[in-house]
């Protein structure tokens, strides 16, 4: 009878022990697991914060070309959108990537650069002041349509024709190496070509052009036409 209270007694002991012992490591498993959960959360913070960090240093590079002032520019250093939002041929990259093409589709009558002036409010200008220019170049897909025309100057300073004619070389020769869309391209000599220039030629404005009467030649050294005077407004 004693023997089997001893018995009783043990294996009573050895449960709770036992009970003790599952509930200590199964509490010692739930830290563990929680310290853990903890540290794969802090990594993943700390991850997503790198990346926000890298995301937001990348838009800074980019912006940095970009000046604030650019976006005030109206007349005659950019066109009135208004009179002038651009406008294009239904063309591709293989196209306009042809020796001679512009030549070939350039067709902007006297009657037409005369409304254009007029459309300005320009009714007199020197020779070499003004020329009718392309907004989006022929180079890039524009149209002849007095919606992709203005007077585009050569004596404004630091921004004119001459500085115009390196961002529509640039963009020409990316869209034909293959680097950059045309449709884009188009798109960043329309919005604003001067931020355009800051962004892929230079984000410096060019030195001051002294002379206003130097030649200027496109990619296949193509001369360009030159301004024509406009008869006086009625």
């Not at 294996?11 to 036992?18: K, L, V």
């Not at 050569?154 to 020409?172: I, Q």
């Amino acid at each position: 009878m004693g023997s089997q209270h001893t018995h009783r007694f043990s294996c009573m002991t050895e449960g709770r022990f036992r009970s003790t012992a599952a509930r200590r490591a199964t509490a010692g498993l739930g830290i563990a697991g929680a310290l853990l959960a903890f540290l794969a959360c802090d990594r993943s913070v700390s991850v997503q914060q790198a990346q926000s960090q890298a995301a937001s240093s990348a838009v800074a590079d980019t912006a940095q070309d970009v000046v604030p002032s650019d976006s005030a520019l109206r007349f005659p250093f950019v066109p009135d959108p208004a009179k002038t939002p651009g406008d294009t041929l239904e063309v591709t990259a293989a196209d306009i990537c042809v020796p001679g093409y512009s030549k070939k589709v350039r067709n902007v009558p006297i009657a037409v650069k005369r409304q254009v002036y007029a459309s300005y409010g320009i009714r007199t200008h020197k020779p070499g002041e003004y020329e009718v220019d392309h907004l989006i170049s022929l180079e890039l897909g524009g149209s002849n349509s007095i919606r992709n025309l203005w007077p585009e100057s050569f004596r404004t300073s630091p921004w004119n024709a001459h500085v115009k004619d390196a961002l529509e070389n640039e963009l020409h020769r990316r869209v034909c190496d293959g680097t950059l869309d045309l449709a884009k391209a188009q798109r960043i000599i329309a919005q604003n070509w001067v931020m355009g220039y800051r962004m892929y030629v230079n984000p410096n404005p060019p030195p001051t052009v002294t002379t206003h009467t130097r030649a200027r030649t496109s990619r296949h050294s193509r001369p360009r036409s030159q301004p024509q005077a406009p008869a006086p407004v009625p």
